[in-house]
């Protein structure tokens, strides 16, 4: 049995005609985690929290605070988080509704920001992350456990380079970083996957290879539909004068554009040669096809003038009535004369046949 493929847009939405900047959580939506970083040039506080009153508590102690919810099981407590950093409500709404493009929205103290962040399990289907960055402070929500900051969290303990000094749109910056070069692994094993495939079409052009090639194809169509909007993101967010993004900050955002141009690079190359590749497939069904038949064509061409002889010898025509009806059957060497006719007829063909070049 076919293994039924997810659909491309399966991403859950508020039912038509609800109230705009309401939180639509779904039923089976996890029990929120939140794990706030507070940070300064000095010193680091982390620990995971259950209740507002613990987040505010570390942001008058710090000078930046990154807030990490992952899952919305706990509308309230979202809600609540809302109205204290005060983040519009639709922006809230699109972070809690994992069905949005990569975007940015600018608001009067806070920006927001839409990434795609490769699954942890399956690289190809994307994850959202929502970021709201304000003045000395990072929101992120995601829409479940496991993600690609342990990195950034790593040089926040240790306090290395410029991460807690550069404020919250550097953090901001490294945290979207490592959403983008998380792809670059992914596509490293579609390359390894597409060279093997080329090998397969190559050596053994299998039937259940079109199907591998079709899915590698889908599977690029999906990423190139998760990285290509991230360009405009970070465009926006370099070439728009937002005084919540330092002229510090944006020679590295640039970086991220610059890498997320060598993505979709890299994900149009591998496009072109899985669709190579599918003809390349088709190319070689065919020439193995048409070697067999070349084969059997021959086989046939050289069975004909011996059928032939066959079935003269095969008429029975009575020698009582006429001399001339089939003398061979009174000859001595008739049966050996129409053999070695058989023989010297098929020689004879397949002389002309290699002379002609057709079985080389």
Known sequence: MTKRRPPINAKRRSPPGSVPGQLQIAHSAG????????????????????????????KRKFTTIW????????????????????LHSLALEDAVNTHQRPKVEEYDDHLFVVALMPGVDDPIHAEQVAFFIGAGYVITFQERPGDCFENVRDRLRRGTGRIRSMGSDYTAYALLDAIIDSYFPALEKMGDRLEALETRVIDDPAPENIADLHDMKRALLLLRRAIWPHRDVFNSLIRNEHPLISHETRPFLRDCYDHSVQLMDIVETYREMASGLVDMHISSVSMKLNEVM???????????????????????????????NMPELDWYLGYPFALLLMCASAAGLLWYIWKKGWLR
Do not use: C, H
Request: net charge negative; no cysteine.
């Open 31 to 58: 029990k929120s985690k939140i794990r706030v970083m507070a940070f300064g040039p000095d010193a680091l506080e982390e620990r995971q929290v259950t209740d507002l009153n613990a987040i505010l508590e570390m």
């Open 67 to 86: 807030v990490d919810i992952v899952q919305f099981g706990d509308p309230d407590l979202i809600s609540q988080i809302g109205d204290t950093f005060g």
């Open 294 to 324: 070349k084969v059997l064509t021959i086989v046939a061409t050289i069975f004909i003038p011996l059928s032939f002889i066959a079935s003269v010898y095969g008429m029975n025509f009575n020698r009582g009535i006429s001399p001339w």
